[in-house]
């Protein structure tokens, strides 16, 4: 009889099958990095999930029997996730990011910026006025946006991405969060449907990954769209590029907020008359800058 059919037949009850997905993850050398960080929080939100139970479900409840159907529906996401190495997000369609839940489709990077950190202390203290505009390129899910206008609940913000397949979801993200009022997605490469445009933030958490680290990282990553990891053999394709158009899409007193991961230590040694203000991140993480439009002024003046 193999292990599918004997869980079918064995497990009953919510508690019997977070202990054997307890017991399967543990052996099957799983990386955790997409919400959870060990294997029994991942056979919780797991089965939680897949039953479309919350995390702070009654105690008492966790003895009621499964269906058949429900049985055969938890196995299938085990199965994905520990053979197909997919996500948990994926799985599950939904991951959370700043006390928020967002649509994630294998179209859309699974949220887990740091820039979080910022955004929960209102940019301070690198921001000296109220941003009435906001742009979060590079959006993806929407996530940064959205939680960007819920934060500064007067500022219009426009999330932009190169995928359309992406601002779909994005788009779905919005209604969600019911900011369809002043958030607006726009299908942009780089600056490209953005002209005229000048904003207080811009946020921007974009392709950085270099060719060593995507090639040597766990197989849960390469089930996120690499158009939205890698950028060039070094990671920074994008970000040259993007250093040198950002200024004219600022205001006087704007700023931007970027992430490069550990592509930091690169950057730093391309732009080394940059003086980069590097973020000391209280929820852990590294490589996210702020540079003032001054700033950016500098860096093209010296590229001239």
């Known amino acids: 009889m193999s292990s599918r059919q004997s869980a079918v037949r ?3 009850t919510i508690k019997d099958f977070i202990r054997w997905t307890y017991s399967r993850f543990q052996k099957a050398d799983l990386f955790y990095g997409h919400g959870t960080d060990n294997p029994w929080d991942e056979a919780v939100h797991l089965v939680m999930g897949g039953l479309s139970l919350p995390l702070d479900f009654d105690r008492d409840m966790l003895d009621c029997a499964l269906t058949y159907n429900e049985k055969k529906r938890l196995l299938k996401l085990i199965d994905s996730r520990i053979n197909k190495r997919e996500p948990l997000p994926y799985l599950l369609g939904e991951a959370w990011f700043m006390g928020l839940p967002f649509k994630v489709t294998k179209d859309t990077l699974i949220p887990r910026s740091p820039i979080i950190s910022l955004l929960e202390s209102e940019f301070a203290p ?12 590079c959006t993806g899910s929407g996530c940064l946006g959205i939680a960007a206008a819920l934060v500064f609940d ?3 913000v426009n999330l932009s991405d190169i995928s359309e397949a992406a601002l779909v979801v994005a788009n779905e993200n919005i209604v ?3 900011v369809e009022d002043r958030v607006q997605a726009i299908h ?14 811009i946020i921007c958490n974009p392709p950085y990954v270099d060719k060593q680290d995507f090639q040597q990282a766990p197989a849960e990553f390469h089930n996120e769209p690499e ?33 490069v991961g550990n592509t930091e230590v690169a950057l730093q040694a391309a ?3 940059i003086p980069f203000m ?9 490589g996210v800058f702020v540079l003032t439009k001054e700033q950016l002024n500098q860096l093209l003046h010296e590229q001239q």
Do not use: C
Not at 234 to 251: E, I, M, S, V
Not at 278 to 286: C, D
């Open 227 to 259: 158009l939205a990891l890698t950028s060039g053999d070094d990671g920074l394709n994008f970000t040259h590029k993007f250093l040198a158009q950002a200024a004219h899409y600022l205001h006087d007193d704007g700023i931007l907020v970027y992430e």
């Open 278 to 286: 590097w973020v000391e991140l209280e929820q852990g993480g590294n």
């Open 154 to 156: 007067e500022a219009s």
């Open 10 to 12: 064995d497990l009953n």
């Open 126 to 137: 690198w921001l000296n006025q109220y941003p009435r505009t906001i742009l979060d390129m």
């Open 176 to 178: 969600r969060h019911q």
């Open 188 to 201: 942009s490469d780089m600056f490209s449907a953005l002209t005229g445009k000048q904003y207080d933030l």
């Open 271 to 273: 732009y080394p008359e």
